[in-house]
């Protein structure tokens, strides 16, 4: 049977969370045992790929880059599809398939990696959709890829993993994982041995390193992917990017538009990549009025809301997403 070199690769997405895993991950197995994996969408802002250089240089391991070739957009016009916060076919074409593309070349030169990702405490609950995913769909090894989160917290002087996440449930069992919440994951923590992080990437990075952080954070944005132009963000989040950087949100309803169009001509259905919660005019058990989502264009957003100040949409529970991209 071959035996497998261990390799500690990091996901090294251009944030200030990756990139402090990055140096946790050098300084605890050795740089000559790291490697830094950016799974390039092309479409990052270009004061990232100076972020990332910088931090690469101060981590001591050089950067290593996987590409599709393709943008977000390329994709959303090739399938007139944008996905939305609970999927998104960019995410999964051009980060999560070039990281298993790039996990089986590993393997087929001995390597078995291990996967690090910046994913913190406080949004624990992105962390076990990572661990379904490497563990279902890397057909490799019976359970996967071990994935690990050293900015939630370590088990036994260990950075977490996608298993101690989900102590004691099924939920990592094909078909079983629920809509997650952090208070789910911290049940779990609890039963074991478990030490949070309280690490501070951000002050760490500027303070220490002496790295100036991505433009994008000084602006507001809570994650610096794709440039704020994130098909799994929410509300507040293009409220964000219209205050901020209106070119990019006059970029991105003009791409939705354009696709919407295409796919209303194809089938008469509309893709949004936000959408709005409505009374359908029923009630429901307990007779409160029934609710649905509907899509709601970027362009609808800017004239009734950002513009327009008209349309209350407080209770939409996508409100609060930032860019959340599964990688
Ligand atoms: S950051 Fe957003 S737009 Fe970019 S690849 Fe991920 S999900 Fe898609």
Same mark, same amino acid.
């Given at each position: 049977m071959l035996e497998y070199r261990t390799k500690h690769v990091v996901m090294f997405s251009g944030g200030a969370g990756?990139?402090?895993?990055?140096? @946790?991950?050098?300084?605890?197995?050795?740089?000559?045992?790291?490697?830094l994996l950016h799974t390039d969408t092309k479409w990052e802002d270009e004061d990232n790929y100076r972020f990332m250089k910088e931090c690469a240089f101060h981590i001591g391991v050089g950067i290593t880059t996987v590409a599709d070739g393709r943008t977000p957009e390329d994709i959303f016009r090739k399938d007139l599809y944008?996905?939305?916060?609970?999927?998104?076919?960019?995410?999964?074409?051009?980060?999560?398939?070039?990281?298993?593309? @790039?996990?089986?070349?590993?393997l087929g030169k001995g390597v078995k990696p291990i996967l690090y990702f910046g994913i913190d405490f406080s949004e624990v609950r992105r962390a076990p959709r990572i661990a379904y995913n490497y563990k279902h769909n890397v057909d490799v090894?019976?359970?996967?890829? *071990?994935?690990?989160f050293p900015l939630i917290g370590e088990i036994d002087g260990n950075p977490v993993n996608g298993e101690q996440l989900l102590y004691g449930t099924d939920y990592l069992n094909e078909g079983n994982m629920p809509r997650m919440r952090n208070e789910l994951v911290f049940e779990c923590l609890e039963?074991?041995?478990?030490?949070?992080?309280?690490?501070?990437?951000?002050?760490e990075i500027v303070e220490e390193w002496e790295v100036p952080l991505p433009r994008? @954070?000084?602006?507001?944005?809570?994650?610096?992917?794709?440039?704020?132009?994130?098909?799994?963000?929410?509300?507040k989040h293009y409220q964000?990017?219209?205050?901020?950087?209106?070119?990019?949100?006059?970029?991105?309803?003009?791409? *939705?538009?354009?696709?919407?169009?295409?796919q209303v001509a194809k089938n008469g259905r509309r893709y949004t990549i936000l959408s709005k919660t409505e009374e359908t005019g029923e009630l429901d058990s307990k007779g409160?009025?029934?609710?649905?989502?509907?899509? @709601?264009?970027? *362009?609808?957003?800017?004239? *009734?809301?950002?513009e327009g100040g008209s349309c209350d949409l407080t209770n939409d529970d996508d409100n609060e997403n930032p860019c959340e991209c599964v990688f």
């Open positions: 990756s990139s402090w895993v990055g140096k @946790y991950v050098a300084d605890k197995y050795g740089w000559e045992n790291t490697i944008f996905g939305n916060f609970g999927t998104a076919p960019c995410s999964k074409q051009l980060k999560m398939n070039q990281t298993f593309e @790039y996990v089986q070349d590993l090894f019976e359970d996967g890829i *071990e994935v690990r039963k074991q041995n478990f030490i949070k992080c309280d690490a501070n990437p951000k002050k994008m @954070y000084a602006l507001g944005f809570k994650h610096a992917n794709c440039a704020g132009i994130c098909v799994k963000a929410g509300k964000l990017l219209h205050k901020v950087w209106k070119h990019k949100y006059d970029e991105i309803e003009k791409i *939705e538009k354009e696709i919407n169009d295409a409160n009025p029934k609710k649905r989502k509907i899509p @709601y264009s970027l *362009e609808e957003y800017r004239t *009734e809301v950002l």
